[in-house]
């Protein structure tokens, strides 16, 4: 099975910085797209930061020039640095990939499907 953890999240006060970071295990062909989402309390899930394969970006305009989304391909991770935080920022962080499944007893690439981490708590209060 694929598997999504994440790391890196905790409390920090405002205008302080964090580093998320994701890390796909299992059996994986290869990895599409990984993003970051976040959902507040009382607020719907939101795209945060996304990253293809080939390494092009996109934001929330909420987060344009304080957030970098980066991956290390040869190890299936994703982070998302996070700098002049906000307490908007507060929220439970989830990393989302795109994964192409590797056959069972083989290196053939299986089915694709859709995995997300089980969530972190970014809180951003003094």
């Known amino acids: 099975q694929v598997q999504l953890v994440e790391s890196g999240g905790g409390l920090v006060q405002p205008g302080g910085s964090l580093r998320l970071s994701c890390a796909a295990s299992g059996s994986i062909f290869s990895i599409n797209t990984m993003d970051w989402y976040r959902q507040a309390p009382g607020k719907q899930r939101e795209l945060v930061a996304g990253?293809?394969?080939?390494?092009?970006?996109n934001y929330a305009d909420s987060v344009k020039g304080r957030f970098t989304i980066s991956r290390d391909n040869a190890k299936n991770t994703v982070f998302l640095q996070m700098n002049s935080l906000k307490p908007e920022d507060t929220a439970v962080y989830y990393c989302?990939?795109?994964?192409?499944?590797?056959?069972?007893?083989?290196?053939?690439?299986?089915?694709?499907?859709?995995?997300w981490g089980q969530g972190i708590p970014v809180t951003v209060s003094s």
């Open positions: 990253i293809t394969t080939g390494g092009t970006t």
């Open positions: 989302y990939a795109d994964i192409t499944k590797r056959t069972p007893f083989s290196m053939t690439p299986g089915s694709r499907v859709d995995y």
